[in-house]
């Protein structure tokens, strides 16, 4: 790393500072887009008590699900998280602390504190358990909840090609959650399948300008299918 | 004759018209799909970033990267757009999905909807339902008129965790075609065979009936 080249080499300076008792952030729905290295280089560095905002926490032994299997998770925040067994066991013995946050109000928490917006108005959520203890404000005729901003101490996030300065494309749905999880940590690390030379790729195509992100990391990826389903014929 | 999951399917791909842009959740609601009129030209916008789905793949062009937000591998038509969650949720938010059909576990009187929790039992989040039925205006809710025990789940009030307050009007069950207006079930179609009475003992909630309901046709 220097000037405006985010490249690192190691997933150990990828993710330097991380400490126990942080806010991560991190980009992908399921399985699809997920910073594989990323999420296994946490793991080995072991550190606990994190605070994971992320729509889904992967599968019990891969993606997010890998932090919890370590117990390195106090709390988890995303919108549909019970398809691993060890999240089950965890809430229920009291070791995980857990809020669901509506999928839409999720991407536009990310999107608000990336922004640098604290709080806004929807209507999602209003007059169910998600309004309890929130203000709530009528605008012509309607009601809404105030939800806040989120800003991650860190994010991590996974795109198709960035060049050294960051600038990132997605591939397909795997954009997903992503580009805005991107905007919204103090310090952004993205995991890529290809890093290509400024000027490569075509200005107006960017997804994600490298102005957000802080670290650049090459890696490899399974990309594992949760729900295989195919035509016959 | 109770509706098999495939007729509630026919009967809500009735509701689709040319040029809408519509989101299907899972289970029945997925099915109305293939049933969408040759005629007429309809996006599908699934809730994790895409704009155009298209059929499961065959097994020689699956791509992990190109989900719907049942997970399940997928492919795109022709004109499809990918974004963002963000982007995604905007347009479902701010009332730009012409059409959004979802499941319940229950729906009451006054169009609230419960769809996402059963206390007690595993809970898993709420997903984009709370986030659909919030944003918009044409909804309909599929499920079967009662549940396995014969309870019905047409109430008066929702007993279990809402999803939204106020924002059911059409629901397409195994009997019958039902729009909710001023605190009361109507009755606007039944199921082939399936009386008036029948509907009646199986729906907890007021059911106005007015005049001769036709049977519903496909």
Redesign the interface.
């Known amino acids: 790393m220097s000037g405006l080249d985010k490249v690192v080499t190691s997933y150990d300076e990828a993710l330097a500072g991380l400490q126990d008792g942080m806010t991560v952030l991190a980009g992908g ?5 997920i910073p594989e290295g990323l999420i296994t280089t946490i793991r080995d560095m072991g550190k606990k008590d994190l605070t994971i905002y992320s ?1 889904n926490c992967g599968v019990d032994d891969f993606g997010l699900g890998l932090l919890l299997h370590n117990r390195q998770i106090k709390k988890m925040a ?6 691993n067994k060890i999240f ?1 066991q965890q ?1 229920m013995d009291g070791s995980l602390e ?1 809020e ?1 946050i ?7 928490r ?2 608000a504190g990336g922004a640098g917006i604290p709080a806004f108005y ?9 309004a309890d203890g929130k203000e709530s404000r009528n605008f012509d005729d309607r009601d809404y909840i105030m939800e806040r901003g989120i800003v991650g101490d860190f994010a991590i996030v996974k795109a ?1 090609k960035a060049d050294r300065y960051g600038n990132a494309i ?11 999880v991107a905007t919204a940590g103090k310090i952004t690390v993205m995991e890529v399948e290809e890093i290509v030379e400024p000027g490569e790729l075509d200005p107006a195509h960017i ?1 994600t300008p490298g102005i957000y992100v802080n670290r650049l990391i090459q890696g490899t990826f399974e ?9 016959q ?1 | 004759m109770a509706l098999s999951r495939d007729q509630i399917a026919m009967r809500i791909a009735q509701e689709i018209k040319d040029g809408y842009y519509v989101n299907l959740g899972i289970g029945i609601p997925t099915l109305v799909s293939n049933y969408v009129p040759s005629n007429i030209e309809v996006m599908l916008q699934s809730e994790n970033g895409l704009l155009g789905m298209g059929p499961f793949p065959y097994e020689d062009s699956i791509d992990a990267d190109l989900i719907n937000a049942g997970k399940q591998t997928i492919t795109t038509v022709p004109g499809a757009a990918f974004f963002s969650s963000a982007e995604s949720f905007a347009m479902i938010r701010g009332g730009h999905v012409d059409l959004t059909v979802l499941g319940a576990f229950e729906i009451d009187v006054q169009g609230n909807i419960a769809s996402w929790m059963i206390p007690g039992k595993l809970i898993k989040g709420m997903g984009g339902a709370m986030d659909l039925v919030a944003g918009a205006d044409n909804i309909i809710v599929t499920m079967t008129h009662a549940d396995k025990a014969g309870n019905s789940k047409l109430l008066e009030k929702c007993t279990l965790p809402l999803t939204g307050a106020g924002c059911i009007q059409r629901v397409v069950t195994d009997l019958a075609y039902i729009e909710i207006k001023e605190g009361k079930f109507h009755l606007i179609e039944r199921a082939p065979g399936v009386s008036v009475e029948e509907i009646i003992s199986k729906t907890a909630g007021e059911m106005v009936v007015s005049g001769n309901i036709p049977e519903m046709q496909w």
């Open positions: 729905f399921g399985l699809c887009g729509n995303g919108s549909y998280v019970g398809e089950e809430m857990v669901l509506p999928q839409g109000t999720l991407a536009e990310f999107r929807t209507a999602t959520g209003y007059g169910t358990s998600v198709w997605y591939r397909l749905s795997a954009q997903n959650f992503n580009p805005i997804h990309k594992r299918i949760e729900q295989r389903t195919v035509r014929g």
